[in-house]
């Protein structure tokens, strides 16, 4: 299932910045809007397969798994 997240980017003193909106902390920094557009895309895989292994470590096992939508 693909999601679609939300880049926000600016260019700034010749860099371009940019984070996801709806994840916070995936925040990125390049050169060009190209990279920054691939970095924040591995950076935001990065950071929801981090998330996913904290709350499958928390719960241990015996849980359910279903899917929501907004």
Known sequence: MNKIYTA???QVN???IGWIEEVPGVNCQEK???QLLETLKITLKEALE???QDALTALGTD???EQIAI
Request: proline residues 0%; neutral net charge.
């Open 50 to 52: 981090l998330n996913r």
């Open 8 to 10: 926000l980017t600016k």
């Open 63 to 65: 849980f359910h798994e």
């Open 32 to 34: 060009t809007h190209e």
């Open 14 to 16: 010749g860099w371009w």
